[in-house]
């Protein structure tokens, strides 16, 4: 499976980007799909997932209620919708996918997820 993550800018705080993963290979037998960012100088952090084949949205404490996961099974592609950035969600933006199942309905950790994206930098200016 190769992702690749796009979609990202610079937008001003309160603005909305939406970032697109697309996928190639055997994805429709991957458990689920996230999302990590990385800030400058910080270790990278869990932001969202969707379970490829229920559509199970969860998503971290710091993005609830303003970013969006969706996938498109015809597609092949996962997109995350984000609204009223704000500068602190500046960051290199990855997509990844957990190969199976592993006893939880989702994953937050980095060594959890089998497959990476290449980052797509998203800069939000004040």
């Known amino acids: 499976v190769q992702l690749q993550a796009c979609g990202g800018g610079l937008v001003q705080a309160g603005g909305s980007l939406r970032l697109s993963c697309t996928s190639s290979?055997?994805?429709?037998?991957?458990?689920?799909m996230g999302w990590f960012r990385q800030a400058p100088g910080k270790e990278r952090e869990w932001v969202s997932a969707?379970?490829?084949?229920?559509?199970?949205?969860y998503y971290a404490d710091s993005v609830k209620g303003r970013f969006t996961i969706s996938r498109d099974n015809t597609k092949k592609t996962v997109s995350l919708r984000m609204d009223s950035l704000r500068p602190e969600d500046t960051a290199v933006y990855y997509c990844?996918?957990?190969?199976?199942?592993?006893?939880?309905?989702?994953?937050?950790?980095?060594?959890?997820?089998?497959?990476w994206g290449q980052g797509t930098l998203v800069t939000v200016s004040s």
């Open positions: 990844a996918a957990v190969r199976r199942y592993r006893g939880k309905p989702y994953y937050t950790q980095r060594s959890e997820y089998d497959y």
């Open positions: 290979g055997h994805v429709f037998s991957m458990y689920a």
């Open positions: 969707v379970t490829w084949s229920v559509g199970l949205t």
